[in-house]
């Protein structure tokens, strides 16, 4: 059974830096894509980043660009979401996702495990 396992929000100001991590367990996950997702009140849920495990392609949202970097730590089993620059429209709980492809879908209903998220606050 997959289980993941997110951690490392918090509360920061604007302009601050915050490191997500998310725990995975229950398979080997070199053919898997992780992906963050974030959901903000009254929102959608969106993407906010991917990684395929094996190959180590990327993908990140538009908004997101330059300032947030996804990262995989092989022996820990563990995806890393670097957020820098934050800003207030960055608050949301985010989350991570997990699935057995080799391509990282933006669309989260392609997603078919999850963690229980982690609040990020992030004041003017």
């Known amino acids: 059974q997959v289980q993941l396992v997110d951690s490392g929000g918090g509360l920061v100001q604007a302009g601050g830096s915050l490191r997500l991590s998310c725990a995975a367990s229950?398979?080997?996950?070199?053919?898997?894509?992780m992906g963050w997702f974030r959901q903000a009140p009254g929102k959608e849920r969106e993407f906010v980043a991917g990684v395929v495990w094996n190959s180590g392609s990327t993908n990140y949202a538009d908004s997101v660009k330059g300032r947030f970097t996804i990262s995989r730590d092989n022996a820990k089993n563990t995806v890393y979401l670097q957020m820098n620059s934050l800003k207030p429209e960055d608050t949301a709980v985010y989350y991570c996702?997990?699935?057995?492809?080799?391509?990282?879908?933006?669309?989260?209903?392609?997603?078919?495990?999850w963690g229980q998220g982690t609040q990020v606050t992030v004041s003017s």
């Open positions: 229950g398979r080997t996950f070199s053919s898997y894509a």
């Open positions: 996702a997990a699935e057995p492809r080799s391509y990282v879908y933006t669309n989260p209903s392609r997603y078919g495990y």
